[in-house]
Every structure is written in structure tokens, then in C-alpha cells.
């Protein structure tokens, strides 16, 4: 402390004591949505701050080092703005500010086996994928952002989706992918103009009689699906063998 005394005839008549304290300019947390900032430093004035799609812009305060400074607290209502705390004490002023980044709940891709996806978009969240019926659950991953939890339930079999749900502190979105049986069959077999008689999706051989030196006929097919390839190898020689594959 500071000692004034004040004298008369040098005999002491009074005496003022003064004391200075140092007044910090500075708060000892930041509280956003009644939590504190992990990583607050009072000697860092810049923060950045995540917030779900979604979300409402957060409400923010302080943790004052002494009850003497001068606080003003400005909540932003404009994402593309800052919110900040103004730390003032006798002409003296600090400025806290906090940035919101806006954390998308979304994937930025979907792979079936490896291959991405067919139209995907990170705004549509349900998905058609055909596979053969007798095929098993292909494997399904996925591009995300670090900040995102992510939680993948495959499907049991082709009849059941897998998902994949999106959450970033409580808010979440939820991917669906349906699964689409294929039978891999043909509706009708042709030879030339002919259609094969007794023809059933599921019986795989026939036997086509022909006219000795006739020419081989020229198979073609109608299949149950537009997704199905089939290739077709026509015999060259007579009790040669035309495969649809």
C-alpha cells in the first residue's frame, strides 16, 4: 500500500492509506450453452465454434477475473457474424470474439462394394441400389467429416435397408439404403422368330431340334429385368451348344 501522512508542526495528524491492486483484463472462461470452452485461454481472444445444421445460434457469457472490469456481452442472431465479450476497465478494453461454423449433417459420398453411389446427393437421403437376389449384403462405406458421429447398421439380408445415421450433438439425419432383389432370369428365349416352347425362367437347358443342313439359329432373349447382362454365344456347328450367360 501507499502511505500519505499529513503533518502539522511535523506532528502526524492523519494518515491515508492507499492500496493499488492490479486489475486483470481478462475473464477466466467463456460459457457457450451453459458449457465452457475446452481449449479457453484467457490470453486468446479469437475462438471458433461449432454448431449442428440446424442448430440455433448459441447464447454465450463469461467468467469475470474481477468484479471490477466493465462487461459487455454481444449475442450475434446472424450466423455470418461474430458474437464477442468487451473486458473494459479504466479506459482500457478487450475484445473476446467467437466465430460459429455451421457443422453439415452430411455424408459427401455413399460406395456399394467400392463404386459410389449412382445421382448421389448429400441433400437426398434414401436410396434404390438393385442386386442380384441371391447376392449377399454388398459392403457399404462412406465419406464424412471428422466432426460428425456415425453410426452404420448393415442389413441382415436383402429384404431389410442398411443406414446410416448423421449426429453432431444431438442433432441427427439418417441415410436409408433399400435393397433391390434382381432375379436373374429371362422371360422368353427366342431361336430366329421362334419362341421357345415350354419355356419356364427357371429351367436352364433346352433342346431345339433343327433340319439336317439347316442353318443354326440365332438365339436372342427377353430378360426380367433391364439391369441384366446377358451375353449370348451362338453354337457355330450343328450339336453345338448357344449359351445365354
Same mark, same amino acid.
Not at 481478462?26 to 457457450?32: C, G, K, R
Not at 454448431?51 to 477475473?65: D, K, L
Not at 462487461?71 to 458474437?83: A, L, P, R
Given at each position: 500500500p501507499r502511505i500519505i501522512d499529513v503533518k502539522w508542526n511535523d506532528v502526524v495528524v492523519n494518515t491515508y492509506t492507499v492500496n493499488i491492486t492490479n486489475?486483470?483484463?481478462?475473464?477466466?472462461?467463456?460459457?457457450? %450453452? %451453459?458449457?465452457?470452452?475446452?481449449?479457453?485461454?484467457?490470453?486468446?481472444?479469437?475462438? &471458433?465454434?461449432?454448431?449442428?445444421?440446424?442448430?440455433?445460434?448459441?447464447?454465450? %457469457?463469461? &467468467? *469475470?477475473?474481477?468484479?471490477?472490469?466493465?462487461?459487455?456481452?454481444?449475442?450475434?442472431?446472424?450466423?455470418?457474424?461474430?458474437? *464477442?465479450?468487451?473486458? =473494459?476497465?479504466? =479506459?482500457?478494453? &478487450?475484445?473476446?470474439?467467437?466465430?460459429y461454423n455451421v457443422v453439415s449433417l452430411s455424408l459427401s459420398n455413399i460406395y456399394v462394394n467400392g463404386v459410389a453411389i449412382d445421382n448421389f446427393s448429400p441433400s437426398i437421403y434414401e436410396y434404390n441400389v438393385s442386386i442380384a437376389s441371391m447376392a449377399i449384403i454388398p459392403t457399404v462405406t462412406f465419406n464424412s467429416s471428422p466432426a460428425l458421429s456415425i453410426t452404420k447398421i448393415d442389413a441382415g439380408n436383402i429384404y431389410n435397408p442398411t443406414t446410416i445415421e448423421v449426429e453432431f450433438r444431438g442433432y441427427k439425419k439418417k441415410y436409408t439404403i433399400n435393397w433391390i432383389p434382381i432375379e436373374l432370369t429371362l422371360t422368353e428365349i427366342k431361336y430366329g422368330n421362334t419362341k421357345v416352347s415350354r419355356f419356364k425362367p427357371d429351367i436352364y437347358q433346352y433342346t431345339l431340334n433343327i433340319a439336317e443342313g439347316e442353318t443354326i439359329p440365332q438365339l436372342s432373349c427377353t430378360a426380367s429385368s433391364e439391369y441384366i447382362s446377358y451375353p449370348i454365344e451362338n453354337a457355330i456347328a450343328p450339336k453345338g451348344t448357344s449359351t445365354i450367360v
Open positions: 486489475v486483470e483484463l481478462n475473464l477466466s472462461a467463456i460459457i457457450i %450453452n %451453459n458449457s465452457p470452452i475446452s481449449d479457453f485461454n484467457s490470453n486468446t481472444f479469437n475462438y &471458433v465454434y461449432n454448431i449442428a445444421e440446424g442448430e440455433s445460434i448459441p447464447t454465450i %457469457n463469461g &467468467v *469475470y477475473a474481477s468484479d471490477k472490469l466493465d462487461i459487455e456481452i454481444f449475442n450475434t442472431t446472424d450466423i455470418s457474424t461474430k458474437s *464477442y465479450i468487451k473486458v =473494459g476497465f479504466d =479506459g482500457r478494453e &478487450v475484445f473476446y470474439y467467437i466465430t
